[in-house]
């Protein structure tokens, strides 16, 4: 049998990341996933701080690492899933809550941590969106909140109602937030006066009240029966 080309043979296997990344990795949060695939996904989450999502390219991205397009491809199979681990990376610092907050404050205490990761990089809400859509992500952040309603007593149902509207509150106006803010970088419109910390803090706080209420309804209703 013929030996494989060496070109052959590199596109394969992948490549060792540039000894700059590898420097700066003491910087970053310890790694959940491979060592290399971890670098692949921070470099991504640089990408997005710099450029924005419609930048991120399998391409440019290898650009950025100094390897060939394949080596990407080696521990990502395409674009989508990268996205889903980048998303899941930038939720990683939101962790659950100290245990003697009550489980009300418990709730806040998340949805202010995943919208303060979010708004710390460009276009993020719409990578953890679609990271969540294709299903791919592991959208371990949620456990947190379903944990405190469970605490908080509220039933089945009420708990994921209640998740689905803080998460969707974080990400919903997140993403407004984030699509001005490029429009603006682009010159496509002035900046605005909007207070978008104010408006979700206003809405979260609706959100909560209504959990507290259905709460006091369930327990007036067990008592009941």
Same mark, same amino acid.
């Given at each position: 049998?013929?030996?494989?080309?060496?070109?052959?043979?590199?596109?394969?296997?992948?490549?060792?990341?540039?000894?700059?990344?590898? =420097?700066?990795?003491?910087?970053w949060?310890?790694?959940?996933? @491979?060592?290399?695939?971890?670098?692949?996904?921070?470099?991504?989450?640089e990408?997005?701080?710099? /450029?924005?999502?419609?930048? $991120?390219?399998?391409?440019?991205l290898?650009?950025? $690492?100094? &390897?060939?397009?394949?080596?990407?491809?080696? /521990?990502?199979?395409?674009?989508?899933?990268?996205?889903?681990?980048?998303?899941?990376?930038?939720?990683?610092?939101?962790? #659950?809550?100290a245990?003697?907050?009550?489980?009300?404050?418990?709730?806040?205490?998340?949805?202010?941590?995943?919208?303060?990761? $979010?708004? #710390?990089?460009?276009?993020?809400?719409?990578?953890?969106?679609?990271?969540? @859509?294709?299903?791919? @992500?592991?959208?371990?952040?949620?456990? /947190?909140?379903?944990? #405190?309603?469970?605490?908080?007593?509220?039933?089945?149902?009420?708990?994921?109602?209640?998740?689905?509207?803080?998460?969707?509150?974080?990400?919903?106006?997140?993403?407004?937030?984030?699509?001005?803010?490029?429009?603006?970088?682009?010159? &496509?419109?002035?900046?605005?006066?909007?207070?978008?910390? =104010?408006?979700?803090?206003?809405?979260?706080?609706?959100?909560?009240?209504?959990?507290?209420?259905?709460?006091?309804?369930?327990? &007036?209703?067990?008592? =009941?029966?």
């Amino acid at each position: 049998m013929a030996a494989q080309p060496a070109s052959a043979a590199r596109s394969t296997a992948p490549e060792m990341p540039p000894p700059l990344l590898v =420097a700066r990795m003491n910087t970053w949060a310890k790694p959940t996933i @491979s060592l290399y695939r971890w670098l692949r996904v921070l470099m991504a989450r640089e990408v997005l701080r710099r /450029h924005s999502l419609a930048d $991120l390219s399998m391409r440019r991205l290898a650009t950025e $690492l100094g &390897v060939s397009p394949n080596a990407l491809y080696w /521990h990502y199979p395409d674009k989508q899933t990268l996205l889903a681990a980048l998303g899941d990376d930038i939720l990683a610092d939101v962790t #659950a809550p100290a245990d003697d907050l009550e489980w009300d404050e418990r709730l806040e205490s998340v949805a202010r941590a995943m919208r303060a990761s $979010l708004c #710390a990089v460009p276009d993020s809400a719409e990578v953890v969106s679609s990271g969540w @859509s294709s299903g791919l @992500s592991t959208m371990a952040v949620l456990d /947190h909140l379903t944990d #405190a309603a469970r605490d908080g007593g509220l039933s089945a149902s009420a708990r994921r109602g209640l998740v689905t509207a803080i998460a969707q509150l974080v990400i919903g106006l997140t993403i407004e937030q984030q699509t001005r803010q490029q429009m603006e970088r682009l010159g &496509v419109t002035g900046p605005g006066d909007r207070d978008y910390d =104010a408006e979700f803090a206003d809405a979260l706080a609706i959100v909560l009240a209504g959990a507290r209420q259905v709460r006091a309804a369930q327990t &007036v209703a067990t008592a =009941a029966s």
